[in-house]
């Protein structure tokens, strides 16, 4: 009796195997593109999503302690994530000054900045230099840049009182789109 062995031509194989890999690429494709995986996306269709992070201790940059979303809570937080070494950032920090006297003026909220990958003499400088008076605090390890899916500068979180987030500014901020987050959280102007 003669046993009869059929191979599989190794392109058939092959083709199969990258297949099988295309379809795993496309089932992850759509599920990172599901309606409910980022931030910005629920924000966008006019949701107001939980502020990540909002435990998280933050070291002050000048002074001892510590900072976090929580401690603001019931007021309007402006977080805007930036550098020394961004040029962005300086280019949009009056506006940020500006947003925050409001704030402050009406007692509705506050501008709360966290430095990223920043050495702290840098920032301190960068503040200085700007005459910045809103409260600074150190993202060690970028930890709340990550909660925030944060990975280039500038980028500006509107939250609402109840620690919600309202607006999203992914790059340079300004007047106009400040004005119009904050008058969306209930911060007024």
């Known amino acids: 009796m003669r046993m009869i062995v059929r191979r599989r031509p190794l392109f058939s194989v092959l083709g199969l195997g990258l297949a099988a890999a295309f379809l795993a690429l496309l089932a992850y494709g759509l599920v990172l593109q599901s309606p409910n995986t980022t931030l910005d996306d629920a924000v966008q269709r006019g949701e107001r ?12 940059l000048e002074g001892p302690g510590t900072r976090s979303l929580e401690d ?3 007021k309007v937080v402006v ?6 070494w961004c040029a962005p950032c300086e280019v ?30 840098d920032s301190e400088r960068f503040v200085q230099r700007l005459g910045l008076s809103f409260p600074i605090v150190r993202d060690v390890d ?5 909660q925030f899916g944060t990975r280039n500068l500038p980028e500006t979180f509107v939250i609402d009182p109840q620690g919600r987030v309202v607006a999203i500014s992914r790059g340079q901020t300004d007047d106009r789109f400040l004005r119009d987050a904050v008058r969306r959280a209930g911060g007024g102007t």
Do not use: C, M
């Open 49 to 60: 999503p939980a502020a990540p992070g909002s435990s998280l201790d933050l070291p002050r």
């Open 72 to 74: 603001y809570r019931g």
């Open 79 to 84: 977080l805007n994530f930036w550098a020394s």
């Open 92 to 121: 949009e920090a009056p506006a940020l000054q500006r947003i925050h006297e409001q704030l402050v003026a009406t007692g509705r909220g506050t501008v709360l900045a966290p430095s990223f990958q920043d050495a702290i003499t």
């Open 142 to 146: 970028t930890k709340l840049a990550a």
